[in-house]
T-cell receptor
Framework: NAGVTQTPKFQVLKTGQSMTLQCAQD?????MSWYRQDPGMGLRLIHY???????DQGEVPNGYNVSRSTTEDFPLRLLSAAPSQTSVYFC???????????FGPGTRLTVT | AQSVTQPDIHITVSEGASLELRCNYS??????LFWYVQSPGQGLQLLLK??????LVQGIKGFEAEFKRSQSSFNLRKPSVHWSDAAEYFC?????????FGAGTILRVKS
């Protein structure tokens, strides 16, 4: 199993550009989530999904969109990048509410 | 609202010394509790978890944690620290796809 994979590893965007961060898992997990990590703030939940076709907002959803068309994939879209979105983004998946989350290696995004 | 507090931003211990990282949480129901470790430039690795049952849980790499409901705490311990334990440690509460993380504690190990 590859586990949770994320692409790209690094990305630099200009303010106003859009892009999609990719996340995939091959563990047949129903639950998937996106977090951002900023120094001194731990990880904060952006959006999550409890299954294909079902998504919901987390703590910091503004400026991001998600969709879940398949169990395996959970892309995160930045609609119009802003410097405040400079961060490290982690995707995670879990089997159910009673199980731990498995994290991808992260995408480091810089917005100039 | 759920929240997690890790009071220590940095901790430095000597190699071979014991370690305790503190974690306090606020949660409206019986919590699921986790400790994750992150090495520089890496993703998060689960050290251990508490769902129910025995309040002293064992994890990987010789770590353990004790759940104390009366103190709303879930402190992480290791009897003898190795240089390779230097990393950032995160306590988290929740479950499934909605975890609330603490701000993290950076562990430095001096030889």
């Amino acid at each position: 199993n590859a586990g949770v994979t994320q692409t790209p590893k690094f990305q630099v965007l200009k303010t106003g550009q859009s892009m999609t961060l990719q996340c995939a898992q091959d563990m047949n997990h129903e639950y998937m989530s996106w977090y951002r990590q900023d120094p001194g703030m731990g990880l904060r939940l952006i959006h999550y999904s409890v299954g294909a076709g079902i998504t919901d907002q987390g703590e910091v959803p503004n400026g991001y969109n998600v969709s879940r068309s398949t169990t395996e994939d959970f892309p995160l879209r930045l609609l119009s990048a802003a410097p405040s979105q400079t961060s490290v983004y982690f995707c995670a998946s879990s089997y159910s509410r009673g199980h731990e989350q498995y994290f991808g290696p992260g995408t480091r995004l810089t917005v100039t | 609202a759920q929240s997690v507090t890790q009071p220590d931003i940095h901790i430095t211990v000597s190699e071979g010394a014991s370690l305790e990282l503190r974690c306090n949480y606020s949660y409206g129901a019986t919590p699921y509790l986790f400790w994750y470790v992150q090495s520089p430039g890496q993703g998060l690795q689960l050290l251990l978890k508490y769902f129910s049952g025995d309040t002293l849980v064992q994890g990987i790499k010789g770590f353990e944690a004790e759940f104390k409901r009366s103190q709303s705490s879930f402190n992480l311990r290791k009897p003898s620290v190795h240089w390779s334990d230097a990393a950032e440690y995160f306590c988290a509460v929740g479950g499934g796809n909605k975890l609330v993380f603490g701000a993290g504690t950076i562990l430095r190990v001096k030889s």
